[in-house]
């Protein structure tokens, strides 16, 4: 869930861990980790810029967001690992359309996939001791729910094709409702 609140000149923002966001913020001046309250912290003036990371990485900046959302499958071109995938700094953290995907503590954990995510096909945590990795087999195929449509058009994902598999549903009533508002 991501939340931003504002104190005086300081703009405190909380969202799940995901390095491309971590990446991205620090192009921010002056935006500052405070582990003690799990927050990032931007000068106000800044705002705006931290939003539109936000929307880039997650796909919303944690106001209402009526964008659509899809169903999105990744089928796995060859047999590859994690490292082939994404670029990780050995962690063993799938991460696409701005949240974790699926996970494992070491090469024998196992893989925990994340909620609104469905893996058919081979997977597993892999690798060796200083190695760990997640592995898959070519043709696996991962099924992501409720990813914002916009990231779904815009993400590539080496080693694996990528296709919107539900068409965003249309919320009649909302239209209707919006409608006779003119």
């Known amino acids: 869930m991501i939340s931003i609140r504002t104190e005086a ?3 405190y923002i909380s969202s ?21 309250t799990k927050e990032w912290q931007v000068p106000v003036e800044s705002l705006e810029d931290a939003k539109q990371v936000l929307r880039d990485v997650y796909g919303t900046d944690g106001s209402e967001n009526n964008e659509p959302k899809v169903t999105v499958k990744l089928t796995i071109d060859d047999d590859v690992d994690l490292g082939d995938i ?3 700094d050995n962690e ?3 991460t696409l359309f701005g949240r ?3 996970s494992a503590r070491g090469r024998d954990s196992g893989v925990k996939v994340a909620d609104g995510v469905t893996v058919k096909g081979k997977y597993k945590s892999g690798g060796s001791m200083k190695y760990p990795t997640i592995e898959f087999g070519k043709g696996t195929e991962i099924i ?11 993400t590539k994902v080496k080693h694996a094709t ?12 909302a239209l209707l409702d919006e409608k006779s508002d003119y």
């Open 9 to 11: 000149d300081k703009a």
């Open 16 to 36: 799940p861990y995901n390095p491309e966001f971590v990446k991205e913020i620090h192009s921010i001046g002056s935006a500052k980790w405070h582990a003690a």
């Open 86 to 88: 994404q670029s990780i």
């Open 92 to 94: 063993l953290v799938m």
């Open 100 to 102: 974790e995907i699926m």
């Open 144 to 154: 992501v729910y409720n990813v914002p449509e916009s990231l779904a058009k815009k």
């Open 162 to 173: 990528v296709e919107v598999v539900s068409k965003p549903k249309i919320d009649r009533q």
